[in-house]
């Protein structure tokens, strides 16, 4: 009897092990995949590199305030805290600077969308 429960505990734990190998993993989004979702959405679109940097390419639609200027980020989203806005740079560095800033302000949907360039090389993948 002992051996008999053991084979149906080994078989139970081959079959459970097969089920999951067999399951497709659900695969996370990227920030500019989260990024491109919101901005078809309608998500606010802000540019926070240099003037020289937004006239050389940006992403359509986007607005361009420097990520220093926070005030003037602020005041370009408004009052509604809730806003969804998309930030972007070149790295993410800047953008990502800019959105901790607007979160200490108290924005609360402020993503950080990366990369121009990265953003741009999503969007041609996935039209």
């Known amino acids: 009897m002992k051996r008999y429960a053991i084979a149906v505990l080994v078989a139970l734990m081959g079959i459970s092990a097969l089920s999951y190998a067999g399951s497709p993993q659900e695969e996370q989004p ?3 995949q ?3 979702r919101l901005i078809d ?3 606010l679109l802000i540019d926070v590199r240099s003037r ?3 006239e050389s390419g940006h992403i359509d639609n986007a607005i361009n305030i420097e990520h220093e200027e926070i005030e003037k980020i602020a005041k370009t989203i408004g009052e509604d805290k809730e806003r969804e806005v998309v930030v972007y ?3 993410g560095r800047r ?3 800019a959105q901790k800033a607007l979160e200490e302000y108290g924005y609360k949907n402020v993503h ?3 990369g121009y360039e990265g953003l741009k090389k999503v ?3 996935t039209g």
Do not use: L
Request: aromatic share 8%.
């Open 112 to 114: 950080n969308g990366m």
């Open 95 to 97: 953008s990502g600077e």
């Open 30 to 32: 990227t920030p500019q």
């Open 123 to 125: 969007r041609d993948e």
């Open 89 to 91: 740079c070149r790295s």
């Open 41 to 43: 959405d309608g998500a």
């Open 52 to 54: 020289q940097e937004f």
């Open 34 to 36: 989260r990024a491109w």
